[in-house]
């Protein structure tokens, strides 16, 4: 067990639709990340936050969003939604820097476009 | 972050010691190998990381070689929870920074 909760675990939706994918980093990790991960294809960073603050950005869609709030917990927002969009999304923590750098991973959540 | 450079499969007998290579040619001084692993479909799981030296912890041993141009996972006595997609990221360690996935190698443990 990482720390990292993810939910759901599982979900099942209709093109064009919006969903919500909820992540709470382990006990006090400031850096919250989320990653996508299509069918047979590798793990693509989206975005960073860190103690609330956007950090990083990667390959992350312009339908997407994210935030995290006071409490560190962060949301995944996808939006007008796509078969192709259909993938596993990972979320992961790190802590203070001076740490061993190492990212802790959730279980991911599952999405499908139907 | 420095390129990594892995075979894309291999296959290892259970109960062999299984090497996974790794080349990290363009490495800078200031950058770590981390080695983390991915179980089908499950997050992804921190193994090893290491500088120059060598390390070894209660998973795997993570051997570099002198020039640091490349380096060998090895896990000692390889087991079926074993099976999994391997991945070597070259990073400057630092606490909060993104990790950066390449393929990774999808290791096969024979019984």
């Known amino acids: 067990d990482s720390g990292v909760t993810q939910t759901p675990k599982h979900l099942i939706t209709a093109t064009g639709q919006r969903v919500t994918l909820r992540c709470s980093p382990r006990?006090?990790?400031?850096?919250v990340y989320w990653y996508q991960q299509s069918l047979d294809q590798g793990l693509q960073f989206l975005i960073q936050y860190y103690n609330g603050e956007e950090r990083a950005k990667g390959n992350i869609l312009e339908r997407f969003s994210a935030q995290q709030f006071p409490d560190l917990h962060s949301e995944l927002n996808l939006s007008s939604l796509e078969l192709g969009d259909s993938a596993l999304y990972f979320c992961?923590?790190?802590?203070?820097?001076?740490?061993?750098?190492?990212?802790?991973f959730g279980e991911g959540s599952r999405l499908t476009v139907l | 972050d420095a390129k990594t450079t892995q075979p894309p499969s291999m296959d290892c007998a259970e109960g062999r010691a299984a090497n996974l290579p790794c080349n990290h040619s363009t490495i800078s001084g200031n950058e770590y190998v981390y080695w983390y692993r991915q179980i089908h479909s499950q997050g992804p799981q921190y193994i090893i990381h290491?500088?120059?030296n060598n390390e070894t912890n209660e998973m795997a041993s993570l051997i570099i070689t002198e020039d640091r141009k490349s380096s060998t996972l090895i896990l000692p006595h390889a087991t079926l929870r074993d099976t999994a997609v391997y991945y070597c990221i070259v990073r400057v360690r630092l606490g909060n920074e993104k990790l950066t996935f390449g393929t990774g190698t999808r290791l096969t443990i024979i019984p």
């Open positions: 006990s006090g990790d400031l850096s």
């Open positions: 290491g500088l120059k």
């Open positions: 992961a923590s790190s802590g203070l820097a001076g740490n061993t750098g190492e990212l802790f």
